[in-house]
């Protein structure tokens, strides 16, 4: 059964660091990319990073840009976001999902989401 769950999310302060995790079951990272995505309250849906299957290039948003990490590790089939120095803006519910091969606008099997609020 495919299944994306992610995990980590809570409330931070503005400039501090936090790691989002993606476990993917049912399919293997060795083939499908996955990317970022989050949406804040009255914002539309927002790609913030991917990270390929084939090569792990990784892409990022440029709100992103420099202070968020994508990373996998295919031995736990688990893909992280490191968020660091993140912003209030940063506030939102973030997403996992899959995309066949490179990273691509095509994503499947979303995971439930995980709320990220950064606040002081």
């Known amino acids: 059964q495919v299944q994306l769950v992610e995990s980590g999310g809570g409330l931070v302060q503005p400039g501090g660091s936090l790691r989002l995790s993606c476990a993917a079951s049912?399919?293997?990272?060795?083939?499908?990319?996955i990317g970022w995505f989050r949406q804040a309250p009255g914002k539309e849906h927002e790609g913030v990073s991917c990270?390929?299957?084939?090569?792990?290039?990784?892409v990022y948003a440029d709100s992103v840009k420099g202070r968020f990490t994508i990373s996998r590790d295919n031995a736990k089939n688990t893909v992280y976001l490191q968020m660091n120095s993140p912003k209030p803006e940063d506030t939102a519910v973030y997403y996992c999902?899959?995309?066949?091969?490179?990273?691509?606008?095509?994503?499947?099997?979303w995971g439930q989401g995980t709320q990220v609020t950064v606040s002081s």
């Open positions: 999902a899959r995309t066949y091969g490179p990273c691509s606008n095509e994503y499947s099997y």
């Open positions: 049912g399919f293997s990272l060795d083939y499908w990319s």
């Open positions: 990270i390929s299957s084939n090569d792990g290039s990784t």
